[in-house]
């Protein structure tokens, strides 16, 4: 069966001005492809392996899956397929492949003399590759059944948010304002944004370059890549690499002695710009903080009122990067107690 794959190019060109030096070093001027994908195949797998259905409850009865097993892990396939923008369901088997002799998350790919890291799965759990193979192989007979509610159902909402996100990039280039504010240039030359309505919520990957969400009641593409295109910005193996810096392994000292990890401090560094870049763009209100979804006795609820309080002073001193920015002030979260 022909399947359906839909993909929108839009060229970012980026010419920022110098600034502080990341650890990465080198000017911050950058071009970036975007491309805006949409995929029958992605959705289907979060439906074949989750079962989820969105805001689309008649799913459920309209496309039965019978007596097909779900999966426990939550594994990076469905982003793969959307980013590979496969054409028939076969080309899934190859996809599931890599998880046949896999042993960690992220696993490293050669390619041109290059080196490339890819997240498989989102904890370090793995799937159990026979079990994984298993459920894709029983759900090509349902696939049929789902394409056809796809292309009546989800694929007119996916596109229309597609479609306010090419505005969205006219109108404010969410990926420019973002390097601008890090002060740190993107480390990938292509993005793939991927409008997933049957998404569990968000996601990124490192190879290829791309994040992935379900749908917006109001579409808001600087949301998206304030949160997740942070996340590759500073990712540990192919981004800017935070855990590196300094500061960094204080900071994780202080935030694991409060019952934290170090992952808490990156997410909340990706929540203060979900917001925070939304704000630059004029789709979320000013006056709105993300710090009052936590309380402030849990490391992130800490970590994120101090990246609000400290913000005026990080956006008069350009000295620092934002990495830089996120460990000074996690560090400040955490002051030594008075005895």
């Known amino acids: 069966m022909n399947g359906y794959r839909k ?8 010419a920022l001005p110098v600034m502080a030096q990341s650890q990465a070093g080198g000017e911050h001027k950058h071009a970036v492809e975007v491309r805006f994908v949409e995929s029958p195949y992605a959705d289907y797998l979060f439906y074949l392996l989750y079962r989820s259905t969105g805001e689309f409850s008649q799913l459920e009865t309209a496309v039965p899956m019978g007596k097909i097993p779900s999966l426990d892990q939550l594994i990076s396939l469905s982003e793969q397929a959307a980013s590979a923008q496969i054409s028939d369901y076969h080309q899934l088997y190859s996809l599931i492949n890599q998880y046949r002799r896999a042993t960690n998350a992220i696993v490293s790919i050669s390619k041109s003399g290059r080196t490339y890291f890819r997240k498989i799965a989102f904890s370090d759990e793995l799937p159990s590759y026979p079990q994984l193979s298993d459920i894709v192989h029983q759900g090509e007979a349902v696939y049929p059944d789902f394409r056809s509610f796809w292309e009546k159902n989800i694929a007119p909402a996916e596109q229309h948010q597609i479609e306010v996100w090419k505005q969205q990039v006219s109108e404010c280039s969410p990926l420019d304002k973002l390097q601008e504010v890090e002060r740190l240039a993107f480390p990938f ?14 996601s990124g990957n490192t190879y290829p370059a791309g994040v992935y ?18 996340h590759l910005m500073v990712d540990q193996h192919a981004g800017h690499k935070w855990r590196s810096y300094p500061l960094a392994e204080r900071a994780i000292e202080l935030v694991s002695q409060h019952g934290g990890q170090a992952n808490d401090i990156e997410e909340s560094l990706a929540l203060f710009m979900q917001v925070t870049l939304s704000q630059m763009c004029g789709y979320t209100e000013s006056t709105r903080r993300i710090s009052d979804k936590f309380s402030a006795d849990t490391p992130t609820g800490a970590i994120l009122r101090s990246l609000e309080a400290g913000w005026p002073e990080y956006q008069a001193n350009h000295n620092q990067n934002i990495i830089q920015y996120l460990l000074r002030q996690t560090i400040a979260s955490f002051p030594p107690s008075s005895k």
């Not at 030359?189 to 968000?202: M, P, R, T, Y």
Request: avoid cysteine; charge should be positive; glycine fraction near 10%.
């Open 7 to 14: 993909a929108f190019w839009v060229l970012l060109f980026v």
């Open 189 to 202: 030359s292509k993005l793939d944004v991927g409008s997933i309505a049957l998404h569990l919520s968000g």
């Open 213 to 230: 969400t379900g749908l917006f009641k109001k579409p808001n593409l600087a949301w998206v890549i304030g949160h997740e295109a942070t």
